[in-house]
């Protein structure tokens, strides 16, 4: 797209809008505190005349680091004016919203309970005004108790929403996706995009959606439930017993099980819960007594890497002309037959971990909060697991193994195992501990976990998840 321009008023006071094809900027000479706004497209959320009004609303930066700020900049549109006000607005909404419709029905879900305990206030200050700017058409619930959302989730009119919003923490999105899983039309349910506001201690699904942009100020993360893309991701069922849950994020037994579970009295803290927590826990380097089985495709780390450079590039491209998400044949449960676990299947491909190990740490995506990347090579819709299995080691050696975590770089250690897998199984010696699904607590029983490929929706403003990560330098 060529340069587009648009002029209105005469004057020092007048404003000049300039439009290409990655940013919008607006010089208005006559305003001390705006002088000139230039913001990425993807953060213009309305562009419009009203009542002989032009409304641009946006966000933007006063410095280069400042967080994100709302702005409107308006002004009257003369009669001579309106047919190239209104064409180029109509330019500007074509452009910041190329693939996705504007105006869009929200399924809004606040905790007022998650992370330091300020998201009612937050959305209230920060978020509803965004919406209210990109006239977003919102439905909004305040969670009340535990499966509060599930059980709202499981009766939502699958018709009259285009998105489903999250603010909270990674365990009220596990809520969700269960009862998409519960709902009479899962297969339907689960093509519904969600998208996350970050507001708890780990928020992994954001910071994997938008890097480390997304632990940044609240601000700073607002858009993309309004402009982002969806994106399929796949999701996992795990077994236990007769009950099958949806898992989206991550499963962890032993060290890791532990430093999740076994902080929540400092929630207070956020992400730095989980380092106080491997500190501490790493002191004890007390064994994790379980039985792996792995349905394992390839456990070479060069080719994992060399795969997911090759997938992100791919994916992002294609995500720029990306079509909303279709519904998915669906089997007379709703969901996917498990297929690759159970007895039938231990023939087929099948391997047994048998050293001992200081935890098991499965999932989908890179980060599990802002200060650990434990799954750096993963990616979206590969329809695979990847599964960390750490042997027992020294304590030195794990505590160093701290250093460069945010970063990944507990990957290239030789005593983590790293696999790529469409399931696996994990039969604990003992139910004394934690087991870790998403968050959330679980009884330490015997579970197996299986991928379904593509099963999942998230609105992505970019079609992978937003990592930078590479092999280490040579010595």
Known sequence: ??????????GPGASKFILDDATLRIERPADKQWPNIETPLRNVLWAGIDNDVLTVSLLARKKARSPLSLIHVTGPVADTDKEA???FSGTVMAVAYIGVAPERRLKVFVNPHSGPGKAAKNYRKKIEPIFKAARCKVDLS???RRYHARDLVKELPLDDFDAVVVMSGD??????????????EPGRAFRI???PIPTGSGNGLALNLMGMEASSTLCKRRTFSLLGKPMDVDMFSMKQGESRYISFMSQAVGLMADIDLGTEPLRWMGGQRFVLGFIYNGEYHKACPVKLSIKAVHKDKQKMLGDMHSAKAKSEAAHKTAQPCSPQDTTETGLPDIVHIGPDADKDGWITFDQPVLYVYAGKGPYVSADFVQFPVSLPNDGLIDVVVQERTTR???LKGIDGAEKGHPFWLDTQHYYKAKAYRIEPASNKGHLSIDGEAYPLEPYEVEVHQGLGCFLSMYGSYQINFEAPAKK
């Not at 797209?1 to 005469?10: K, P, V």
């Not at 365990?171 to 009479?184: P, R, T």
């Open 85 to 87: 006000a209104s064409s």
């Open 1 to 10: 797209m060529s340069t587009r321009e648009l002029a209105l008023g005469t």
């Open 142 to 144: 305040f969670t009340e």
């Open 396 to 398: 030195g050696a794990m």
């Open 193 to 195: 995009p969600l998208s």
């Open 171 to 184: 365990g009220l999105i596990h809520e969700v996706l269960n009862g998409y899983a519960a709902h009479a």
